[in-house]
């Protein structure tokens, strides 16, 4: 059974940074393009980073303006996401998805996979 597991959320203030990791088993996640979304109380779920499959591409959403990389390691099972200058308009639940069909795909729908979430809060 495919999994997705999110870790590294939590409270910070504005201008510091966190790394978040998203772990994958049950799939053959080197073949995956694989992303983060985010959802803000009361706001839909949006876009923030994709990454293809072997990691030799990656966009990110305009808002993230460069403060945001995300990557995955030589086994490819696992994708961070290292955030830095964060912002309040950054806190959210955070979302790792995977698209078995490698797309790199900036919506949602376009992924199989997700995982329950990891939440980041930045304090003004």
């Known amino acids: 059974q495919v999994q997705l597991v999110e870790s590294g959320g939590g409270l910070v203030q504005a201008g510091g940074s966190l790394r978040l990791s998203c772990t994958a088993s049950g799939g053959t996640f080197a073949s995956y393009a694989m992303g983060w979304f985010r959802q803000a109380p009361g706001k839909e779920r949006e876009f923030v980073a994709a990454?293809?499959?072997?990691?030799?591409?990656?966009y990110y959403a305009d808002s993230i303006n460069g403060r945001f990389t995300i990557s995955r390691d030589k086994p490819r099972t696992t994708v961070h996401l290292q955030m830095t200058s964060l912002k309040p308009e950054d806190t959210a639940v955070y979302f790792c998805?995977?698209?078995?069909?490698?797309?790199?795909?900036?919506?949602?729908?376009?992924?199989?996979?997700w995982g329950q979430g990891t939440q980041v809060t930045v304090s003004s």
């Open positions: 990454i293809s499959r072997y990691g030799g591409n990656a």
């Open positions: 998805a995977a698209d078995p069909s490698g797309r790199l795909s900036r919506d949602g729908r376009g992924y199989d996979y």
